[in-house]
């Protein structure tokens, strides 16, 4: 019997390494849209956006894992995905009420109308406690045991 090839993949923050392991496909926010990354898959590189990243673990899709992704950047080559962030979490770290008070403070920061705010810095912590908040309540039945 034929041998499927794998997938390799890292999740590697300026932190830690968030995950490593071999996989049957993932899917991703990129820049350019939701990406799907299977063995034998072309070299490829590409920008992330905030979002979400799904690493299924068999074929039909049914077991996942789900990660939110803050940007970033991502290789593919020879049966080897990297993804580069500046944040990832697992849906089974994410704390939504850490994730909640900092969409507050993100929507605070952008009503207050002085000059010494930080718009830029204020809306992409709007988007990432979106994306947190969002993962959660997407996804929040099918925690990976």
Not at 36 to 50: A, D, F, V, W
Not at 118 to 135: G, Q, S, V
């Amino acid at each position: 019997m034929e041998e499927k090839p794998i997938l390799k993949v890292e999740i590697i923050t300026p932190d830690k390494k968030v995950f490593s392991g071999e996989v049957y496909s993932v899917l991703l926010t990129a820049y350019e849209g939701e990406c799907e990354i299977r063995p034998e898959h072309t070299p490829y590189m590409g920008k992330l956006n905030i979002g979400e990243m799904r690493i299924y673990f068999e074929e039909g899709k049914k077991d996942f894992e789900v990660y939110t992704v803050n940007g970033g950047y991502f290789k593919v080559i020879k049966n080897e995905l990297i993804v580069l962030t500046h944040s990832s979490e697992n849906l089974k770290e994410i704390d939504v009420n850490r994730a909640k008070a900092a969409l507050e403070r993100a929507k605070q920061r952008l009503k207050d109308k002085s000059e010494n705010i930080d718009r830029t810095r204020a809306r992409a912590a709007l988007m990432r406690a979106l994306n947190r908040i969002n993962i959660v309540e997407r996804y929040s039945s099918h925690l990976r045991v």
